[in-house]
């Protein structure tokens, strides 16, 4: 079955890094992506900027072209980025703005609100939110306002995922991936999350898995499709992430 990867990460030693919490990741090419997939029908994906690259665009704008057709950016970018700047990299390939709150803190959500509607007025992309779930409830009201959300490795922790799925309802997306951070079985909240809203859940493999206990392992992809039935795991698979990020 075919993949449109919702969430990777390339780490090149060609571009800076800067150290998150002392943490600083191993390097991870497009090269290395490439052959970690080799086994898997990838026909796109989805190249996230961590905390580690900052606002770096060089290395994104690098990745896209490399990777090819149907490989698209999701960037950090600070609240003061010009319309031209945005504009540019739109026209490179980058069609999200990411907001890292369970890294850099709830303070970024005093800027969030005004800077995610101005950039989908702008460009159109959605707004993706790396959060633990169960800090969920303090920032709904604004989640609520914006255009079009996406959630993190399905909300990272148990307690939260009720929060996950009354947003999944509402039709914020819900990436199904980075399986080794969870402190909850995935394969009963993908069969939850799809229930209450089946275009809300998008698999990725979360390559390199920076900082996860387990890494992806081909066995994820066996887990959705062993979960759901086969055009539910097509949908999860590929159709959703395609149709958010590419048409």
Known sequence: MKIFDAHLHIIDQRFPLIPNQGYLPDYFSCADYLKSIDQLKVAGGVIVSGSFQGFDQSYLIDAIKTLGENFVGVTQLPPDTSDEDIIKLNESGVRALRFNINRGGLEIINEMEYFAKRVHELVNWHTELYIDSKQLPEITATVEKLPAVSIDHLGLSKA????????????????????????????????????????????????????????????????????????????????????????
């Open 160 to 247: 939260g995922l009720k929060n996950v799925l009354s947003l999944a309802a509402q039709g914020v997306r819900v990436k199904a991936t980075g399986f080794g951070r969870l402190d909850f079985d995935p394969a009963k909240a993908i069969r939850s999350i799809y229930a209450v809203n089946p275009d809300a859940l998008m698999f990725g493999t979360d390559l390199p898995s920076t900082r996860a206990e387990r890494p992806f392992q081909l066995s994820d992809v066996d887990m959705i499709m062993n979960t759901l039935e086969e055009t539910q795991a097509e949908k999860v698979l590929y159709k959703n992430t395609l149709e958010w990020y590419i048409k």
